[in-house]
Nanobody, 118 residues
Framework: QVQLVESGGGLVQPGGSMRLSCAAS????????MGWYRQAPGKQRESVAA???????HYADSVKGRFTIARDNAKNAVYLQMNSLKPEDTAVYYC????????????WGQGTQVTVSS
């Protein structure tokens, strides 16, 4: 099992920055990739950014050039640096850990609210 705990959400003005953190514990060695998803009211959960165990990163088109995902293997943590925030970035952000193989498993954090508003 893997446990994920997010932190760093809150209220920020348009154009501002915020960093989300996700601390992972448990069977970390089995994780192939970690990432961030978000879900806005009335919308489906969507992938925002991901980073593989090899360090490859992937971003949704809507956040490319504004968001940066990074991981600290020593701390078992993954971060999402969000710059130039827009009101449409408002959502609950979830940390995700994915374990591949014959029986893929997704692990989720509890979510943290990010609100971009003046």
């Amino acid at each position: 099992q893997v446990q994920l705990v997010e932190s760093g959400g809150g209220l920020v003005q348009p154009g501002g920055s915020m960093r989300l953190s996700c601390a992972a514990s448990g069977s970390i060695f089995s994780i192939n990739a970690m990432g961030w998803y978000r879900q806005a009211p009335g919308k489906q959960r969507e992938s925002v950014a991901a980073i593989t165990s090899g360090g490859s990163t992937h971003y949704a088109d809507s956040v490319k050039g504004r968001f940066t995902i990074a991981r600290d293997n020593a701390k078992n943590a993954v971060y999402l640096q969000m710059n130039s925030l827009k009101p449409e970035d408002t959502a609950v952000y979830y940390c995700n850990a994915w374990r591949g193989g014959l029986l893929p498993v997704d692990y989720w954090g509890q979510g943290t609210q990010v609100t971009v508003s003046s």
